[in-house]
């Protein structure tokens, strides 16, 4: 028994943070802002395997108003919301991401990405896969004010 989950999520870039995307740190002039360590591919693939699991959402297992998540590796957070999806019945199986952002140029960094994704849920780094796609200069992403990513995630029913 297999089921889909997706996710979405979206950050804006400030000056002075450090740019962690998919678990590592990309070079960069701008990071991303939010409470957590603001990694979109991270948190869009956390609810994506938390909707398929029918778990609830990242903002439910980890609110961005508590102390305890303040600067948290997002890494810890899908391990841990993987956790929760396990304790459910469910195994992640495979993942498909699309990031939006005009800059930095993120496919080179992908295979360090899915490695680390890879890890955190206990799967070879094979069934993760990364797609960058820039908004032809259109709207808050063609204006470079932050990153947006999509993801699709597959759960099968633990033994
Ligand atoms: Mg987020």
Not at 61 to 83: C, E, N, Q, Y
Not at 97 to 109: D, F
Not at 117 to 132: F, N, P, R, Y
């Amino acid at each position: 028994m297999i089921r889909v989950g997706i996710g979405y999520d979206s950050h804006r870039f400030a000056e002075g943070r450090p740019l962690i995307l998919g678990g590592i740190t990309v070079p960069h002039t701008h990071g991303l802002t939010g409470h957590s360590d603001a990694d979109a591919i991270a948190h869009a693939l956390t609810d994506a395997i938390l909707g398929a699991a029918g778990a609830g959402d990242i903002g439910r297992l980890f609110a961005d108003t508590d102390p305890r998540w303040k600067g948290a590796d997002s890494i810890v957070l899908l391990r841990a919301a993987h956790g929760v999806v396990l304790a459910k019945g469910w195994r992640f199986v495979q993942g498909d991401i699309t990031v939006l952002c005009e800059q930095p140029k993120l496919g080179r960094y992908f295979p360090q990405m899915a490695d680390r994704l890879a890890q955190a849920l206990d799967v070879s780094s094979e069934v993760i896969g990364l797609k960058a796609k820039t908004n032809e200069g259109m709207g808050w992403i063609g204006r470079g004010e932050g990153v947006a990513t999509i993801a699709v995630a597959t759960v099968e029913r633990a033994p």
